[in-house]
């Protein structure tokens, strides 16, 4: 499900996809359900092209807020963005132990978190794709 979350550059929140064409996408925000449209020349990221550097390599985002679901129980952070740098460090190294202290900056964190809390309001799953599909091909037979 994460292929279709979008993270727009200039714009708060998260997005799904709503509608694909070839000069405009059609987008619907997670916080308040708007639909807005999404033109090529913008910067558009989906959240399982995501990874968080690590110190042999990187992770992908999905696994990180999967690890932070089941520290926290399906709940939401209470981290905030009011929350210290350093509070929001340690926080990641409880999930991510390994990851890169020289890269990754506060203010990612900030994000990630952000990001995370959005998904959990929004029952969205971070399973991986392939099961979905595979659950959708035995749906069809």
Do not use: C, H
């Not at 987008?27 to 990874?51: F, H, T």
């Not at 952070?77 to 999930?95: C, D, F, H, P, R």
């Amino acid at each position: 499900m994460l292929s279709k979350i979008l993270s727009i550059t200039g714009r708060p929140g998260l997005y799904k996809l709503v509608s694909t064409n070839k000069n405009l996408n059609i987008v619907e925000s997670l916080d308040n359900g708007k639909r807005i449209p999404i033109y090529p020349q913008e910067k558009v990221v989906a959240l399982s092209d995501v990874s968080i550097y690590t110190k042999e390599g990187d992770t992908p985002l999905r696994e990180v807020f999967m690890t932070m679901k089941e520290k926290e129980n399906g709940a939401k952070i209470t981290l905030g963005s009011k929350s210290k740098n350093s509070e929001l460090l340690a926080y990641l190294e409880e999930v991510l132990p390994d990851y890169s202290r020289e890269s990754v900056y506060p203010s990612d964190v900030k994000k990630m978190i952000a990001w995370y809390n959005i998904l959990i309001e929004n029952n969205i799953s971070f399973e991986k794709e392939e099961v979905e599909k595979t659950e959708e091909e035995k749906a069809e037979k």
